[in-house]
């Protein structure tokens, strides 16, 4: 049975030591909640327990119902189905399994979770000058180890959830809570070997129940042992010596079977026990040494040095930052006060355009809408004017196309005349000849008498062909 080692002793005297001077901070909410250490889930480990009893006991089940498996069901029912006290010291055999299963997975969670998270991700980054550029806070990083805690705090709150999750990260976060509450790191090595043994008593508590479960076990194994050999006794009947001995065996087979089960189990939850608690304190000395290097490296020195001309020079180095802080408070009010002048005399500027503007609406809005309309007017104007030369332009059109028509029908009218003229010429040239030749006609035929009848019809004939 597994027994607390020395350092484990050590480490609780001191936490017990230490707890007086530090019981203020140790039992304040925010502290509690960070440092509350459980590694496993209690209700992973009972999942697991009732999941792997109620395995293995169905295994055992098919294997001793099968006669192909008779050279394996045989011993299996004997020494795990052959008494009550047997099968209760296997389920508690389980149950111990299950934790330290539960535990195991618990750990290699933080064990993968402590490699991927680099010191380079949890240092403060600067965050106690990145924050501020005065002189004043950048001699309070170099300093105050409680303002750098807090801007660590700061950092290590921006961190994703996966990450802050992490025992090493909530074993940081306790230790800058306490100096930033403090404001000094004069007691940091104390803290850290508090929190450090706190956790380990917390680890080693844990596995509390195993190491009960492992002590009951084999305890159960002998009462198995001599509630059987109870029953054997009381059973006996001497009549019959032969029979009375087969029953005395069989009674003493299962009454030392209990036994030899329970400290086979407890020897094999003893062996499964160590490695899973070694894995935890590596992993517990691990963080307690990252810490203590993170800390240790980031967090400014509170001793007083013994040199004196190092306290002068320090002194010296705070003055300055303080002088250099109230010149920059100084240049800020000025800075402050003469933004508040130019915002006021911009908002003056600005209702002043405001009111200019405002009369010039008044006095020209009036004379711009009348313009308007001046104008509109004029433009309807316009637009008539325009309409008309467009028809004015459409009849002169019109007038020009009349007037060609015209003078087309003058000239063929001309063409006409001139052609009835010629013709009323030729016409009146002919008369005129058929005249004269009529009248000579006439003449001679007043002289001749008949023949002049004749020749009259002739000259008519020939009067007609000149028609």
């Given at each position: 049975?597994?027994?607390?080692?020395?350092?484990?002793?050590?480490?609780?005297?001191?936490?017990?030591?230490?707890?007086?001077?530090?019981?203020s901070s140790a039992n304040s909410p925010e502290t509690a909640s960070i440092a509350h250490y459980q590694?496993?889930?209690?209700?992973?480990?009972?999942?697991?327990?009732?999941?792997?009893?109620?395995?293995?006991?169905?295994?055992?089940?098919?294997?001793?119902?099968?006669?192909?498996?008779?050279?394996?069901?045989?011993?299996?029912?004997?020494?795990?189905?052959?008494?009550?006290?047997?099968?209760?010291?296997?389920?508690?055999?389980?149950?111990?399994?299950?934790?330290?299963?539960?535990?195991?997975?618990?750990?290699?969670?933080?064990?993968?979770?402590?490699?991927?998270?680099?010191?380079?991700?949890?240092?403060?980054?600067?965050?106690?000058s990145d924050s501020s550029s005065g002189p004043a806070d950048q001699w309070l990083a170099s300093n105050?180890?409680?303002?750098?805690?807090?801007?660590?705090?700061?950092?290590?709150?921006?961190?994703?959830?996966?990450?802050?999750?992490?025992?090493?990260?909530?074993?940081?976060?306790?230790?800058?809570?306490?100096?930033?509450?403090?404001?000094?790191?004069?007691?940091?090595?104390?803290?850290?070997?508090?929190?450090?043994?706190?956790?380990?008593?917390?680890?080693?508590?844990?596995?509390?129940?195993?190491?009960?479960?492992?002590?009951?076990?084999?305890?159960?194994?002998?009462?198995?042992?001599?509630?059987?050999?109870?029953?054997?006794?009381?059973?006996?009947?001497?009549?019959?010596?032969?029979?009375?001995?087969?029953?005395?065996?069989?009674?003493?087979?299962?009454?030392?079977?209990?036994?030899?089960?329970?400290?086979?189990?407890?020897?094999?939850?003893?062996?499964?026990?160590?490695?899973?608690?070694?894995?935890?304190?590596?992993?517990?000395?691990?963080?307690?040494?990252?810490?203590?290097?993170?800390?240790?490296?980031?967090?400014?020195?509170?001793?007083?040095?013994?040199?004196?001309?190092?306290?002068?020079?320090?002194?010296?180095?705070?003055?300055?930052?303080?002088?250099?802080?109230?010149?920059?408070?100084?240049a800020k009010l000025w800075r402050d006060t003469i933004d508040t002048a130019q915002g006021q005399w911009?908002?003056?500027?600005?209702?002043?355009?405001?009111?200019?503007?405002?009369?010039?609406?008044?006095?020209?809005?009036?004379?711009?809408?009348?313009?308007?309309?001046?104008?509109?007017?004029?433009?309807?104007?316009?637009?008539?004017?325009?309409?008309?030369?467009?028809?004015?332009?459409?009849?002169?059109?019109?007038?020009?196309?009349?007037?060609?028509?015209?003078?087309?029908?003058?000239?063929?009218?001309?063409?006409?005349?001139?052609?009835?003229?010629?013709?009323?010429?030729?016409?009146?040239?002919?008369?005129?000849?058929?005249?004269?030749?009529?009248?000579?006609?006439?003449?001679?035929?007043?002289?001749?008498?008949?023949?002049?009848?004749?020749?009259?019809?002739?000259?008519?004939?020939?009067?007609?062909?000149?028609?």
């Amino acid at each position: 049975m597994a027994q607390p080692s020395k350092t484990q002793s050590f480490k609780t005297q001191s936490s017990k030591t230490q707890s007086s001077k530090t019981q203020s901070s140790a039992n304040s909410p925010e502290t509690a909640s960070i440092a509350h250490y459980q590694m496993g889930s209690p209700l992973t480990a009972v999942s697991i327990s009732v999941a792997s009893a109620v395995v293995f006991y169905g295994l055992v089940m098919i294997l001793t119902a099968s006669e192909m498996t008779s050279f394996v069901g045989d011993p299996l029912r004997r020494y795990f189905l052959g008494h009550p006290i047997a099968i209760a010291a296997t389920i508690l055999f389980w149950f111990a399994i299950g934790s330290l299963a539960a535990k195991q997975f618990a750990v290699s969670a933080q064990n993968n979770l402590l490699a991927r998270i680099f010191d380079q991700h949890l240092s403060p980054g600067g965050s106690g000058s990145d924050s501020s550029s005065g002189p004043a806070d950048q001699w309070l990083a170099s300093n105050d180890a409680g303002h750098v805690a807090k801007g660590w705090l700061r950092s290590l709150a921006s961190l994703q959830q996966s990450t802050r999750d992490s025992v090493l990260v909530r074993r940081l976060e306790e230790i800058l809570m306490r100096q930033s509450r403090r404001g000094s790191s004069k007691q940091l090595p104390d803290d850290l070997r508090e929190v450090a043994a706190r956790d380990g008593d917390a680890a080693h508590d844990s596995l509390g129940m195993v190491r009960i479960i492992v002590w009951a076990i084999p305890m159960l194994g002998f009462l198995g042992t001599v509630i059987g050999i109870t029953q054997t006794l009381g059973g006996l009947d001497f009549t019959n010596g032969s029979a009375a001995v087969d029953n005395l065996k069989s009674g003493l087979y299962v009454a030392f079977d209990t036994t030899a089960v329970g400290l086979v189990l407890s020897v094999v939850a003893i062996f499964l026990q160590f490695p899973v608690e070694r894995s935890e304190q590596r992993l517990l000395a691990d963080i307690d040494q990252r810490v203590g290097s993170l800390v240790s490296s980031n967090l400014p020195s509170d001793e007083a040095s013994d040199n004196q001309t190092v306290l002068i020079a320090d002194l010296c180095r705070g003055v300055q930052a303080a002088v250099a802080e109230s010149l920059n408070n100084q240049a800020k009010l000025w800075r402050d006060t003469i933004d508040t002048a130019q915002g006021q005399w911009q908002s003056v500027h600005d209702d002043n355009n405001n009111k200019m503007v405002d009369a010039f609406k008044l006095s020209l809005v009036p004379a711009l809408i009348q313009h308007t309309e001046t104008l509109t007017k004029s433009q309807d104007r316009f637009e008539s004017m325009g309409n008309i030369e467009e028809r004015l332009s459409d009849n002169l059109q019109a007038l020009r196309e009349t007037s060609e028509s015209i003078q087309q029908g003058l000239q063929s009218k001309e063409t006409t005349r001139k052609e009835t003229d010629e013709t009323m010429a030729d016409a009146v040239r002919t008369l005129a000849r058929a005249v004269d030749i009529l009248s000579t006609h006439m003449s001679q035929n007043q002289r001749t008498g008949n023949t002049g009848y004749n020749n009259a019809d002739h000259g008519n004939r020939q009067l007609g062909r000149a028609a």
